[in-house]
């Protein structure tokens, strides 16, 4: 219960108008449903590709007014693919809220 007290009374001298959320999702183009409803007696059919599949990477940055920036690449995310995001997209709008 201190940390949870000592971080609220930390959290209350910071302005949360300067906070910036990040987040990443990924989606593959080879998922597929773990669940389905079908008619009695019939087969769930999910097709998707066999070998040719892609990841879709989705990278955004939120504040309490709404998004700042949001980005979609065809490829996965790694360190150097995020500090580039974070120098090209992100740098300008964090700038701006200063």
């Known amino acids: 219960m201190k940390k949870r007290s ?3 009374m930390w959290m209350s001298g910071v302005d949360v108008e300067q ?3 990040l987040d990443e999702a990924a989606a593959h183009t080879a998922m ?6 079908v008619k009695k007696g019939t087969s769930s ?7 040719h ?4 990477t989705m990278v955004g940055a939120v504040t309490v007014r709404g998004w700042l920036t949001f ?5 996965t995310m790694n360190g150097a693919r995020f500090t580039d995001w ?3 997209k992100l740098a300008g709008f964090v700038d701006a809220l200063e």
Do not use: A, E, G, K
């Open 53 to 56: 599949w892609h990841m879709l």
């Open 19 to 21: 906070l910036v959320f």
């Open 71 to 75: 980005t979609t690449s065809w490829t």
């Open 32 to 37: 597929s449903r773990t669940h389905s409803w």
């Open 6 to 8: 000592d971080f609220r």
């Open 45 to 51: 059919i999910d097709p998707r590709p066999c070998v």
């Open 86 to 88: 974070v120098r090209t």
